[in-house]
C-alpha cells in the first residue's frame, strides 16, 4: 500500500511501473479525445465507448492474462469465440423453443472444454502452449467448418438483450463485465490461487519446490480462462445477434495486445487485471478517436501496430532494468 | 490505487448514465437535399477490389456538392468492430449510412440500430439478414456463381473434372457465388467436381492450393473461382509446372485478362464490379432526399468471352488493375503498381 501516497502517485518512477503507465496513457488520451473532437464527449459516444464496446474484448482479455499470468498464451481465443457464438446462433436456430439460460450453460461447458483440451496438451503434454493452443485454434476451425459454413444470424431478442438491455441509462452489460472483474479481481488478489498463480509464472521450477501444485495451477489457468472465452461469446452473440466462422477473427492478437500495453508479461507471472483492462479501453479509445477524427484507415493499423511495438519494448526496458 | 480506480469508473459510469438519460434522441428524420453528411462503413481494405470500391465511391461522392462530409471506417473484417464503427458514425450524425458487411449475420443489432433512428441505410457487397434496412444496391452474388459455372460448363463441351476455388470462407457473398455455381454443376453428370477450397482471396494461398490440386489430381479440365484473384494465380501454377492450361472463370482483374490472352487460353471474365460502391451512394442519396426506392437492387455488369476479354485487356496495365472500373478522374484511382 506504501504506492498508494500523493507523492507516489505524482512521481514519474511510479508513473512509469507497469500496470500504472497503462492509466497515465489512457488519460493521456482521454484529454486528447476530448479536445480534438466534440464528438468525444457526448453521451452517446462515451456509452459505447465505455460502457458497451469493450466488453466482448474485456473479457476475453481476462482470459488472456490469466493464461499468461501462469506463463503460458492461449492462441485458440478468436476460433473459440467462432465456435461458442456460431454454436449459440445454430441452438437457436435448430432448437426454437431452447432457452437463453441453456445456450448460456452449454457455451460456459464447451469453454471449459476447450480449456482442458489446452491445458491437456500444454500442461500435460508439454506441447509448447504458442502450438498447442494454435492446433487447438485448428481444430476448432475445422469443427466449425464442418457445421456451417456460412455466417447464421437470428440470435431472438430474449438473449439479444444482454447486449441491448439498460437499466437507468446504463447498458446491463456493463455490470455483467464488472461481476465478473471484481470477482476474477478477487480470486487473483486475495485467494490462494492468485497467489499460486503469480508464483508459477514467475518460476514454475522454485514455485514446485514451494510445495505449489504447478501442474493443477497450470490446467486451472486454462481451465478458467476457457470458462472466461465462453462468457465473453455470451456477450459478442448477444451483441452480434449471430455467429459465423470468422465472427472471431483477431480476438488472439487484440487481446495479448491489450494485455501487453495494460503490463501483463509475455514471460508470465507479472502484470494485473486491471492493467489489461485499461489497455482494453486503450484500445477502443484509439479506435474511437480514430474513427471521430476521420483518420486513413491504413495510417490507423500503423498507429494501432507502433502502440503495440512501443508497449512491448517499454516493459521489455523496464524488465532488464 | 484499486479502489480509487473502482471509484473513478463507477462516476465514469454514472456521468454517462446521466448525460445519456438527457441526452436521448428521436427518429424522426427530415429529408434532406443539401448539407448531406454520408457514412460508409467498409468491411475491410486488404486488397485492391476494396481500393476501387472506394475510389468510385469517392468519384461519386465529388460529383455531388449536395454531399458536404464524409466519413469512412475500416472495420478490418471484424463484426464487432464493425458494429462499433457503425456506431461511432451515428455518432457523428451521419443523414445516410452505406455498409459494406463483414459478416452480415453478425452485425443485424447494429444495422436495426441505424435504421431505427430513421437515416437510409444501403447494404451493399454482402447481405444483412434482416428487414431493416433501406435497401441492398450491387449484384445478385448467386446469378454470378451461376454464370461462371454455366461459361465453364459451355467452355468444357459439358464434360470434365474441375477444381472449385472460392474467397474467404463463411462471407455472404462468397458462399452464394459457390451456392449458385453448384446448382449449376448438379444439373450437368459429366462434370466432376474434384475438390473445393478457399483460399481468402490470397494470390500466395490460390498458388499453394493449387500445387496442392496439382499434385492430388492427374486429371483437371476446368477452374471455377469466383474472382480473378484466384484463377490468375491457379493458371499461373499449372503453367509453372508444365500442365496443359484450363479452362477458367473468374472477374475483371487485369492480370488474369492478361494471362488469358498472353497465353491464349479461353476464359470467361464477369466483373464483380467496384462500380456497387457509387450505385449504393446514389441510390441512397435518393432515400436522403425523400425518395422511395425498391428494398432490393440488382446490376448487371457486362460480360466478357474470350474474344471480348481480348478487346478489354489492358497490357500495360498493373495487374491488379480493375478493368472497367476505372472511368473515373485520375486523381481517384488507387496507386497500384
Excluded at chain 1, 473532437?37 to 473479457?59: C, D, E, K, M
Excluded at chain 1, 478458467?224 to 451483441?239: E, H, N, W, Y
Excluded at chain 2, 484450363?246 to 479461353?266: E, R
Excluded at chain 2, 489492358?314 to 472511368?327: A, R, T
Aim: net charge negative.
Amino acid at each position: 500500500m506504501k504506492n498508494l501516497s500523493v507523492k507516489n502517485i505524482i512521481n514519474p518512477k511510479e508513473l512509469v511501473k507497469p500496470g500504472k503507465f497503462v492509466w497515465l496513457i489512457l488519460i493521456v488520451m482521454l484529454i486528447a479525445s476530448s479536445v480534438s473532437s466534440p464528438i468525444f464527449l457526448t453521451s452517446r459516444n462515451l456509452r459505447n465507448v465505455f460502457l458497451i464496446q469493450p466488453i466482448g474484448l474485456a473479457i476475453a482479455t481476462m482470459a488472456q492474462s490469466v493464461v499468461m499470468i501462469s506463463g503460458n498464451i492461449d492462441m485458440s481465443i478468436a476460433s473459440a469465440v467462432s465456435l461458442m457464438t456460431t454454436m449459440a446462433a445454430g441452438l437457436f436456430r435448430d432448437i426454437p423453443d431452447i432457452s437463453p439460460f441453456t445456450v448460456s450453460l452449454l457455451l460456459l461447458l464447451t469453454g471449459i472444454a476447450i480449456g482442458a483440451l489446452n491445458g491437456f496438451m500444454a500442461v500435460i503434454l508439454r506441447i509448447p502452449a504458442f502450438m498447442a493452443t494454435l492446433a487447438t485454434s485448428s481444430l476448432l476451425q475445422g469443427v466449425i467448418f464442418f457445421y456451417t459454413k456460412r455466417p447464421i444470424g437470428g440470435i431472438p431478442k430474449s438473449f439479444r438483450f444482454l447486449a441491448s438491455y439498460k437499466v437507468a441509462g446504463i447498458p446491463i452489460c456493463f455490470f455483467y463485465f464488472l461481476i465478473i472483474f471484481l470477482v476474477m479481481a478477487a480470486l487473483l488478489n486475495r485467494h490462494r490461487f492468485g497467489n499460486h498463480l503469480y508464483a508459477t509464472g514467475s518460476d514454475d521450477y522454485i514455485a514446485g519446490i514451494s510445495g505449489i501444485p504447478v501442474v493443477r495451477v497450470k490446467m486451472q489457468a486454462y481451465l478458467l480462462g476457457g470458462a472466461l472465452v465462453a462468457l465473453a461469446s455470451i456477450f459478442l452473440s448477444s451483441r452480434m445477434g449471430g455467429g459465423g466462422p470468422t465472427t472471431g477473427d483477431g480476438y488472439e492478437l487484440d487481446t495479448i495486445t491489450a494485455a501487453v500495453i495494460g503490463g501483463i508479461s509475455l514471460a508470465g507471472g507479472e502484470g494485473k487485471l486491471m492493467g489489461a483492462i485499461g489497455g482494453v479501453f486503450i484500445l477502443m479509445i484509439f479506435s474511437n478517436f480514430m474513427n471521430l477524427m476521420d483518420i486513413n484507415p491504413y495510417i490507423q493499423m500503423f498507429l494501432k501496430g507502433m502502440i503495440l511495438i512501443l508497449a512491448v519494448a517499454f516493459y521489455a526496458k523496464k524488465d532488464s532494468e | 490505487m484499486k479502489k480509487r480506480v473502482l471509484s473513478l469508473i463507477i462516476l465514469m459510469v454514472l456521468s454517462v448514465s446521466v448525460a445519456f438519460a438527457a441526452g436521448q434522441q428521436g427518429a424522426e428524420v427530415q429529408p434532406k437535399t443539401e448539407d448531406i453528411v454520408v457514412g460508409f462503413s467498409c468491411a475491410g481494405m486488404g486488397n485492391s477490389w476494396r481500393m476501387f470500391l472506394k475510389a468510385n465511391f469517392d468519384a461519386t461522392v465529388a460529383e455531388h456538392p449536395e454531399i458536404s462530409k464524409v466519413y469512412f471506417t475500416n472495420a478490418d473484417e471484424k463484426p464487432e468492430k464493425q458494429a462499433a464503427d457503425i456506431s461511432d458514425l451515428l455518432t457523428k450524425g451521419v443523414d445516410l449510412l452505406i455498409i459494406q458487411p463483414s459478416i452480415g449475420a453478425a452485425i443485424v443489432p447494429a444495422v436495426e440500430e441505424a435504421y431505427a433512428t430513421g437515416i437510409p441505410v444501403i447494404i451493399l457487397d454482402g447481405t444483412v439478414p434482416t428487414d431493416n434496412i433501406t435497401a441492398y444496391v450491387g449484384q445478385d452474388m448467386k446469378k454470378l456463381g451461376a454464370h461462371y459455372a454455366e461459361a465453364l460448363v459451355d467452355m468444357m463441351g459439358e464434360t470434365g473434372k474441375i477444381v472449385m476455388m472460392s474467397g474467404i470462407a463463411g462471407q455472404m457473398s462468397v458462399e452464394l457465388r459457390l451456392e449458385g455455381a453448384q446448382e449449376v454443376f448438379a444439373k450437368y453428370p459429366g462434370i466432376e467436381i474434384l475438390d473445393t477450397q478457399y483460399t481468402g482471396w490470397s494470390i500466395p494461398k490460390g498458388k499453394e492450393i493449387m500445387q496442392s490440386f496439382l499434385q492430388a489430381y492427374p486429371q483437371i479440365d476446368g477452374i471455377w473461382a469466383d474472382s480473378g484473384l484466384m484463377s490468375f494465380p491457379a493458371l499461373e501454377t499449372m503453367k509453372e509446372a508444365g500442365r496443359p492450361l484450363v479452362p477458367s472463370t473468374g472477374d475483371h482483374l487485369n492480370g488474369y485478362a492478361k494471362f488469358l490472352v498472353a497465353n491464349n487460353v479461353p476464359g470467361y471474365i464477369e466483373p464483380y464490379s467496384t462500380l456497387q460502391a457509387a450505385w449504393a451512394l446514389e441510390e441512397g442519396l435518393k432515400a436522403v432526399k425523400g425518395e422511395t426506392i425498391p428494398k432490393t437492387i440488382y446490376k448487371d455488369p457486362e460480360t466478357y468471352d474470350f474474344e471480348r476479354i481480348k478487346e478489354f485487356v489492358d497490357m500495360g496495365k498493373s495487374d491488379w488493375w480493375w478493368l472497367g472500373d476505372d472511368q473515373i478522374p485520375a486523381e481517384f484511382l488507387p496507386k497500384i503498381d
